[in-house]
C-alpha cells in the first residue's frame, strides 16, 4: 500500500519554529521530486519547497531564508524546518511525491496544520 503520511504541525507563536516530517512507503520513488505544500482558508495550494531525488531545492520566495528542506533518499523522508514562522504562515502543510517521467505518479499526504498566533 503506498503511504505519503505527515506529522509535526501545531501551534506556535509568531517568531517561533516547527519541524513537519513526512515519510513516503510502499513503492519505488526513485527520480521523484518531494515537496511541501500548504494551503490557507480561502487560498489556493502554493508550494512552499522541494527537492529533487539529486538532491536540487526549490523554494517559494516567500519562505526563503526562513524554510530549509531536506530529504533523505534511503528513508524516503523528507523534512521541512520553519524557524521565523509568521502568521501569515498559518496553513494546511502537505507533503506531495511526484514523478514526472514513466512511471509517472502524484501522490499526497493527508495534511497536518500549522498554526502561527500573533
Known amino acids: 500500500q503506498v503511504q505519503v503520511v505527515e506529522s509535526g504541525g501545531g501551534l506556535v507563536q509568531a517568531g517561533g519554529s516547527l519541524r513537519l516530517s513526512c515519510a513516503a512507503s510502499?513503492?519505488?520513488?526513485?527520480?521523484?521530486?518531494m515537496g511541501w505544500y500548504r494551503q490557507a482558508p480561502g487560498k489556493q495550494r502554493e508550494l512552499v519547497a522541494s527537492?529533487?531525488?539529486?538532491?536540487?531545492?526549490d523554494y517559494a520566495d516567500s519562505v526563503t531564508g526562513r524554510f530549509t528542506v531536506s530529504r533523505h533518499n534511503g528513508k524516503n523522508t523528507l523534512d521541512l524546518q520553519m524557524n521565523s514562522l509568521k502568521p501569515e504562515d498559518t496553513a494546511v502543510y502537505y507533503c506531495?511525491?511526484?514523478?514526472?517521467?514513466?512511471?509517472?505518479?502524484?501522490?499526497w499526504g493527508q495534511g497536518t496544520q500549522v498554526t502561527v498566533s500573533s
Open positions: 506531495n511525491v511526484r514523478r514526472q517521467w514513466l512511471p509517472r505518479y502524484t501522490l
Open positions: 510502499g513503492r519505488d520513488f526513485s527520480g521523484s521530486i
Open positions: 527537492v529533487t531525488s539529486g538532491g536540487i531545492t
